[in-house]
């Protein structure tokens, strides 16, 4: 009962000094708004760098063959030890085998959704449609079936077919993107099928003929920086693996393959060891060469980490600015106190305890904090919503900063409102009422 009428009486002065209330608590609102406004602002930005790796395959495990971290050396008969320099690629016996993948998949059968291989071959260039003088380019690269299917969440085939290991197995075949029958075959993406493209990759013409037409997806990263005209738009040309291998003069092992894992099964992240281990026992009798492990999904928690620490550093000191604001309050409920000096001693004549003078300025100050906080909350959530949008990110409010937000502003009143409070429950309450 005791608590209701204090909060009644915070109440009444708040509205009977609602400007000196409000220049009070500007303090705390700036303080509170500001840190919600940046946490918001870096929950958008972690979640959208989240949310487009988690596209681009945070999961996947890349296998590569990558040089050894030590230099080799040899010893001579008169002991003088040489230092043989590396090559710069792994031969043919340096790659991944296909026995090295089947012993791999044996091992895991069910921790592996699949594997993918790629084969990069280069830039390809073509003409454009209805405008010779002009070129476009694509990005032509082998691939498996089972990388291609995978590609059915966001690039889903429109007409035709992807390409299958085995049927097309040495074929001049292609897989296009709608963007690219648009720029160098013309007409409709239907109509593409079957038809015949020649591209000119390593400075060589070769034909292939259009067996699927792919949905095109425009990549956020390209539009950001890239430019706005269509015929720069550079889309993936898919061939076969085999064919892709031989125009590269590539061997027949893989340099790089890519473990997409069962993330129900296992922990990408703890898995991506247990790859890189499994495959580099293949090379400890490689002088040159061993097998590398990465994955994304590092990177992403790695990215995820830091993005949080410069929210929270900046945060904090955003939140300086509630410690001038907590000064604020201290000093106008020593005004307070000062004012009602007369009305403090009548209470304490009339038997009022000092607890209860205590907690009614300790009760004021809360509440100034409070109704601060609540603005501050509503004014952080505002902006932080418009800044994401400026930068292009859908809002994502910190429901965890809004709740300190509200605790610290309760901190700050008990803080910053105690010395004043303790100071009038100290009054002498004769001294007080013949204050003037």
Known sequence: MQLFENIGMALTSVKSNKMRSLLTMLGIIIGIAAVIAIETVGNSMTGSVVDSMSGMGAGNITVSVVQKSTSDTSGTAQGVTLRRFKDSTPSDSDLITDDM????????????????????????????????????????????????????????ILYGRWLDDEKDKGRNLACVSEKFVEQAVGGTARDAVGKSVTLTINKNLYTFYIEGVYKYTENSYSSMFGGSDDDTIQTDFYIPLDVAKSIAGAGAGYQSITVVADSNAVNVTDFVNTVGDFFAGYYTRNDSWTVSASSLAGLLD???????????????????????????????????????????????????????????????????????????????????AALSKAVGYAARPSVSAIFIAVGFSMAIGVFFGYYPANKAAKLDPIEALRYE
Request: glycine residues 12%; charged residues 15%.
């Open 101 to 156: 993948i089947s012993d791999f998949l044996a091992a895991f059968p069910t921790q592996v959704l699949r594997i993918e291989y790629t084969q990069s071959v280069g830039s390809g260039t073509i003409a454009k449609y209805g405008d010779p003088t002009t070129t476009i380019t694509a990005a032509v690269s082998g691939i498996n079936h089972a990388a291609l299917a995978a590609k059915d969440d966001d690039s889903q």
């Open 302 to 384: 790695s990215m995820s980490d830091m993005m949080n620490t410069m929210s929270l550093g900046i945060s904090a000191i955003a939140a300086l600015s509630l410690l001038v604001g907590g000064i604020g309050v201290m000093n106008i409920m020593m005004v307070s106190v000062t004012e009602r000096t007369r009305e403090i001693g009548t209470r304490k004549a009339l038997g009022a305890p000092a607890s209860a003078i205590r907690m009614q300025f300790i009760t004021e100050s809360v509440i100034l904090c409070l109704i601060g906080g609540a603005i501050g909350i509503v004014l952080g959530l505002g902006l932080g």
